[in-house]
């Protein structure tokens, strides 16, 4: 009898300590965007995950223009070919300016670099950024207001002109969605 006692006493503790954990988070750990270029070819992915400092994003992308180009997150779930005009301007809750070398801060959705596209047209490049989250109920979620877009630029982003570093057309889109 005392061994039942024991086991009833434990099974209560676990789930006392359970529930003090709350809910399970919804934010998903990782997500996969596929990306297309202005032709409506494949042009890679994106993978998102959360990470300790932020969120990691993995580039593999193919079938661009040899050369450096800009990345960044936009603030609508739309890409329309050819030129990606749905996606929107930069996603931007914390309401800055454009760019790392801005004093003003950087929009939530630069990048610190862009990737360099190779004769074969296709690079990789991986960055962790600390002012997204796939939280969904962070402020800074790439899931406000049904999600957003990752696009690819012709031209490297300079880092500091308003409001996209002169990066030139949109080459490359993928919805960011739960």
Known sequence: MRLGWLAIVVL???????????????A??????HLVNSAGEDAGVATFKTVKNGVKV?????????????VHIH??????APDFA???????????QHG??????????????GISIGEDHAGEATFVLQSISLDPGAPNSLFL???TSIVVHAKP??????????????????????
């Open 12 to 26: 209560i503790g676990g789930i006392t300590a359970a529930a003090a954990q709350g809910p399970a988070s919804t």
């Open 28 to 33: 998903p750990k990782q997500i996969k965007v």
């Open 58 to 70: 993995k580039l593999e992308l193919k079938n661009l223009r040899f050369g450096m180009h800009a």
């Open 75 to 80: 603030e609508n779930p739309v890409c329309d």
């Open 86 to 96: 749905g996606a929107g301007g930069h996603f931007n809750p914390d309401g800055r």
């Open 100 to 113: 790392f070398l801005n004093p003003m801060g950087h929009h939530n959705g630069d990048f610190p670099g």
């Open 145 to 147: 207001h049904g999600g």
């Open 157 to 178: 982003d300079d880092q500091k002109t308003n409001p996209s570093g002169d990066s030139g057309n949109r080459i490359a889109c993928g919805i960011i969605q739960r």
